[in-house]
């Protein structure tokens, strides 16, 4: 990997140096400094002149902290006259603000698309965003992978003859019905209304499932308010078995605790896009890594090759 150069944020450095086992190329360190005012100063310490760089950096918790910490590394790659700027980012959790659903509101997921362009990103590389349409919010091009490979080589360890994938909502359908694809499996919904961020109902569950082995689908559990309500519909509906997949696994307020006492549920299922607890020895949760998808990414990026040919397969 020639003139290539590797920098990684505080939000998740083990992927990053994942990442870079699998490229073959070194992690070069940042000095991140905070001033007595608590202003944040960012040193990028490797050559980045003419250099294909890349700032691996998901916005997870404190996601204000790590936004404004890759806005400074873009700004010290332009400033250090880099050929090309490549924002790595797993996980955009924006993404989630991408539409006026209120009076007066936000779309966090725009202006934060244009902010990391305006500092300097000329690329960006992504996974399993919250909806296709935060992909044309960024006025530069973006790679939008996912990891429905990962999850579904995982799944195939199962007898999957009984089984039946099922998203929480319609706003999930398409990407469950492609993992229902990979697994040669029936696929389900959720009838769900979202009222606020810790309050969904699911009135009904569009689809056959009952006796059925369930694995539940979605690409992203904070709270997980609506896999438990989703869980309370397939309670009712008789299911035999409940496994829980996700890829970016935020478990935010005790949310891997609530799901893994839910007694149906054998099994959570995510990816390594944010940082994780360290498993414990008797939790259900199971941690797949995309860094070698992540690196290849990279590495077509770097030597001008098709990205979305990673999927040709899918």
């Known amino acids: 990997m020639r003139d290539i150069t590797v920098f990684s944020g505080s939000a998740h450095p083990e992927l990053a140096t994942e990442i870079c086992s699998h490229l073959g190329t070194p992690l070069h360190p940042v000095r991140v400094k905070r001033f007595a005012n608590d202003?944040?100063?960012?040193?990028?310490?490797?050559?980045?002149?003419?250099?294909?760089?890349?700032?691996?950096?998901?916005?997870?918790?404190?996601?204000?902290?790590?936004?404004?910490?890759?806005?400074?590394?873009?700004?010290?790659?332009?400033?250090?006259?880099?050929?090309?700027?490549?924002?790595?980012?797993?996980?955009?959790?924006?993404?989630?603000?991408?539409?006026?659903?209120?009076?007066?509101?936000?779309?966090?997921?725009?202006?934060?698309?244009?902010?990391?362009?305006?500092?300097?990103?000329?690329?960006?590389?992504?996974?399993?965003?919250?909806?296709?349409?935060?992909?044309?919010?960024?006025?530069?091009?973006?790679?939008?992978?996912?990891?429905?490979?990962?999850?579904?080589?995982?799944?195939?360890?199962?007898?999957?003859?009984?089984?039946?994938?099922?998203?929480?909502?319609?706003?999930?359908?398409?990407?469950?019905?492609?993992?229902?694809?990979?697994?040669?499996?029936?696929?389900?919904?959720?009838?769900?209304?979202?009222f606020s961020d810790d309050r969904v109902t699911i009135s009904s569950v569009i689809g056959d499932v009952t006796g059925k082995d369930v694995i539940v689908l979605d690409d992203e559990i904070a709270?997980?308010?609506?896999?438990?309500?989703?869980?309370?519909?397939?309670?009712?509906?008789?299911?035999?078995?409940?496994?829980?997949?996700?890829?970016?696994?935020v478990f935010a307020a005790g949310a891997l605790d609530r799901l893994g006492e839910e007694p149906e549920v054998e099994e959570i299922v995510c990816t390594n896009t944010v940082p994780l607890p360290e498993v414990k020895p008797d939790s259900k949760l199971r941690v797949l890594s995309i860094a070698p998808v992540l690196a290849e990414a990279m590495r077509r990026i770097h030597d001008g090759e098709s990205v979305s040919a990673l999927f040709d397969a899918s």
């Open 223 to 249: 709270r997980g308010t609506t896999v438990i309500e989703l869980l309370e519909r397939l309670r009712e509906r008789d299911v035999r078995s409940v496994r829980i997949a996700c890829t970016h696994g």
């Open 39 to 194: 202003c944040l100063e960012v040193q990028l310490q490797a050559n980045c002149r003419e250099r294909d760089v890349f700032l691996i950096q998901p916005l997870v918790p404190p996601v204000q902290e790590n936004l404004v910490e890759l806005l400074l590394m873009l700004d010290a790659a332009r400033g250090a006259s880099a050929a090309r700027t490549t924002v790595v980012m797993p996980h955009f959790s924006y993404a989630r603000s991408d539409k006026k659903d209120a009076p007066r509101i936000s779309i966090g997921a725009r202006l934060v698309a244009d902010i990391l362009a305006t500092a300097g990103a000329d690329r960006v590389l992504t996974m399993t965003l919250h909806s296709p349409q935060v992909h044309g919010f960024f006025s530069v091009p973006v790679d939008h992978l996912h990891a429905l490979r990962e999850l579904a080589a995982h799944f195939r360890q199962y007898d999957l003859s009984n089984t039946v994938v099922v998203s929480p909502d319609l706003g999930n359908a398409k990407e469950a019905a492609a993992f229902a694809r990979l697994l040669g499996t029936e696929v389900a919904m959720g009838a769900k209304q979202r």
